[in-house]
């Protein structure tokens, strides 16, 4: 009974309480069959289901698209994209990095360790890549399409040239203060004629005279050869100035030789020669100049302006080459390079970059990008060396100055640096005096060459990087492009500051209270060595004003108007822009007024003229800035350069004229500005003092108590549309000052008279 009842308790409870259902497997995502099905499937590959029937089991499930996973399928993108940039910068590099290594023992001889360590630095920045998303390498910038004086098509100027920026000031005026301006309006107001020939009229500014040089027989004049004696004073200021100082292309004393045969019986006429020709020219250019207006007639004649003295002999030269161009010779790449010199002085900007391209063509043609054999004497070695590196310096100058690709491309095949000591001294030709310590006059070609290696090297990793962020925008609207291109030119520019180090004290300028050469710190005055030779003082002033314009040049584009985003590096960049124009400015004005080291120098006006727009471009966008008050100053020294020049230049004349207009009328708009500003907390200005290296030297009479740069609101400047309007008209000007020299005061009316006068009438 007990045993029966327990039994029937315990299946009777069983059956009252159900058993729990068992919990189903959870299956992340079924397999396709199951799924077809619509059956149950299980975690296992294959599923019990597909193994029972023997069928395939797959699961083609996509990856659920979820916000982390986007970003991390973009960052590997990127990290793709950078790693193919590597590899084609490395290929890229490979040219370049051949070229350091053959400079790696032109080490200066008082130090040696120093420089050949500035050429591994320089090697590691031509292979460095460009760290950012930003761009591409090879990018696209835009330029700026300016009808020049006496042409009705447009010519292009590049990113890194003076026309671009007055350019990007012109723009900004307009967009922001809706004043529209045709391509005709924004250019050549002041043409080049009307410098020399009277004002332009409203109605004239379309109407300009555009002659060609065949149908210029009203200015035609006869032509103006000077006798033995005249010719070789001309000559010889050649030696002491561009011979030293620009193009160490010629042998002076195989020169000599040359034109004393030229000479015929008698004296009086000597046969012709395109060399001596363009030579006699420089001369004649650099010589008038030297002297003020009222007395350069004696010799620019009826020319009216220095700057085209010489022109006959530079046509000459010109017809005479045109024989040789089929089978050019050394003598041939001499004249272009001189040739792009005359015109480059003359402001003919276009016409010297036609010569300097002919100049590379020329060079390749006759073998100077190779290593010069072993079996020619040293002396011609040397020479085809010098003729090398001089193209080079040319192109390199005109192409950063215009904004214009290159054509030579650094590789392998370059040949080293010329030797610049005693041996080669001796084998030049010239007799100056050496320096010490193995220096001598060609040392001066050795490091302007160093210079511009480095500057090329940073111009071109800069403005190979596209200017346009991933997303379209502009660098100066987008803060992270801004950052990346600012943190690449400061890498770049590493490489100028190590040459600027390296120099030998024997070519720099002395300082007064032991001021630094090559420094931006507030600068002391000049101590010029007055024992010194002129060629000598010359190389040392030039060398640093060069070094002082590239910097200039290369920050440039940091600075930027109307509202922008804030960065702190990319506005240290636009301060040490306005330092380097600051000191420029101050060099080129005590040299002109205590020294006669510049007179007559074309290309420091021109560097002078680039400071001085760079500066009023800084005063605009920038009425609050770190350096107002000591730019604004150096805008003063700039009328005091320019009224100095234009005792021998007329353009410098229409420069004054044309900053006095600017400067007065952004003065005006500054002023209020500057009184809303907001006091700096000293740390600030601690730390710009650091990282720029100024100090303002008269805190109370400062602008820059505000803040360090202009923010995007309270700092704009208020124009109403007359002043925007006249604004604009002045800065329309501007491009007409770096392309000023009238065509028809080079080219005479080409008719047999004057052919034949020079013994070339006939056919050719």
């Keep these: 009974m007990s045993a029966g009842f327990q039994g029937s308790a315990w299946d009777a409870t069983d059956m009252s309480t159900p058993r729990p259902r068992q919990k189903r497997a959870q299956v992340v995502r079924a397999c396709d069959a199951c799924r077809r099905h619509r059956i149950k499937c299980d975690n296992q590959i294959p599923c019990l289901n597909c193994k029972s029937r023997g069928g395939e089991c797959s699961n083609a499930a996509v990856t659920p698209i979820i916000l982390p996973s986007a970003y991390r399928e973009i960052e590997r993108l990127r990290q793709k994209v950078q790693e193919l940039e590597r590899e084609l910068q490395h290929e890229r590099s490979k040219a370049a990095v051949g070229l350091e290594g053959q400079t790696h023992g032109l080490a200066t001889p008082h130090s040696s360790k120093t420089t050949s360590s500035q050429s591994h630095s320089q090697s590691q920045s031509q292979s460095q890549v460009i760290d950012s998303a930003y761009g591409s390498p090879r990018g696209s910038w835009d330029g700026i399409n300016i009808r020049t004086a006496r042409s009705t098509g447009e010519t292009w100027y590049g990113p890194s040239s003076l026309f671009y920026f007055i350019g990007r000031i012109s723009s900004y005026l307009s ?457 604004r100053d150096a805008i003063n020294l700039c009328l005091e350069v320019f009224d100095i020049f234009g005792n021998s230049f007329t353009v410098a004349i229409s420069a004054a004229t044309i900053v006095r207009k600017l400067i007065t009328k952004i003065d005006f708009l500054v002023q209020p500005t500057a009184g809303r500003q907001i006091p700096l907390e000293n740390t600030e200005a601690e730390r710009l003092a650091s990282v720029t290296g100024f100090r303002e030297s008269n805190p109370e009479r400062s602008l820059t108590e505000g803040s360090f740069m202009a923010s995007s609101t309270d700092s704009d400047v208020v124009l109403d549309d007359a002043t925007t309007a006249s604004l604009q008209d002045t800065f329309n000007m501007a491009f007409g000052v770096d392309q000023w020299a009238d065509l028809n005061m080079l080219w005479p009316s080409l008719d047999d008279g004057f052919l034949n006068t020079q013994g070339l009438g006939g056919g050719m």
Aim: proline fraction near 5%; hydrophobic fraction near 40%; glycine fraction near 6%.
């Design 175 to 631: 967009s922001t203060y809706q004043q529209t301006h045709s391509s005709d309006q924004m250019l050549d107001l002041n043409p080049p004629s009307t410098l020399l020939d009277g004002p332009i009229t409203a109605d004239s500014s379309n109407t300009v005279d555009r002659r060609l040089p065949s149908q210029a027989g009203d200015r035609a004049q006869e032509a103006n050869f000077l006798s033995p004696m005249q010719e070789e004073y001309f000559l010889d200021l050649y030696w002491q100035s561009y011979h030293t100082a620009l193009a160490p292309v010629l042998n002076e004393a195989e020169f000599k030789e040359h034109y004393r045969s030229l000479w015929v019986t008698g004296g009086d006429s000597r046969s012709a020669s395109a060399l001596v020709d363009i030579v006699v020219a420089l001369g004649m250019q650099y010589g008038g100049s030297m002297l003020p207006t009222t007395r350069q007639q004696y010799v620019v004649g009826n020319d009216k302006d220095a700057t085209v003295a010489g022109r006959w002999y530079y046509l000459r030269c010109q017809r005479l080459l045109e024989y040789d161009l089929e089978s050019p010779s050394i003598s041939t790449l001499q004249c272009q390079i001189l040739c792009a010199v005359y015109l480059c002085c003359g402001t003919f900007q276009n016409m010297a970059d036609n010569f300097a391209g002919g100049a590379v063509r020329t060079a390749y043609m006759l073998g100077l990008h190779l290593e010069p054999p072993a079996t020619m004497s040293p002396q011609e070695r040397e020479t085809r060396k010098r003729l090398w590196w001089t193209v080079y310096l040319l192109e390199s100058k005109l192409g950063m100055k215009l904004g214009r690709p290159f054509l030579l491309r650094e590789s392998n095949a370059t040949p080293a640096l010329p030797d610049h000591g005693l041996d080669a001294a001796m084998h030049s030709g010239s007799n100056f005096a050496p320096l010490g310590g193995n220096l001598t006059w060609l040392s001066f070609n050795v490091e302007h060459t160093k210079l511009f290696m480095a500057a090329r090297s940073a111009y071109t990793a800069f403005y190979d990087n596209d200017l346009h962020s991933a997303n379209g925008q502009s660098m100066w609207t987008d803060l992270p492009s801004l950052e990346a291109h600012a943190e690449l030119l400061s890498r770049h520019m590493k490489g100028l500051e190590e040459w600027a180090n390296a120099v030998p004290s024997a070519l720099t300028t002395a300082r007064k209270n032991n001021g630094r050469p090559f420094s931006t710190d507030e600068p002391t005055l000049l101590d010029v060595d007055p024992f010194a030779p002129l060629w000598l003082q010359r190389q040392r002033l030039l060398l640093e004003m060069i070094y002082h314009n590239l910097c200039m040049n290369l920050y440039r584009p940091f600075i930027f108007f109307g509202t922008a985003p804030h960065s702190i590096l990319a506005e240290q960049n636009a301060v040490k822009c306005a330092l380097h124009a600051i000191t420029l400015t101050k060099i080129t004005h005590q040299a002109l007024s205590t020294t006669t080291i510049l007179h007559g120098w074309h290309e420091a006006f021109q560097w002078q003229w680039n400071a001085a727009m760079t500066l009023v471009g800084y005063v605009l966008a920038y009425p609050r800035g770190a350096t107002l008050a000591a730019a």
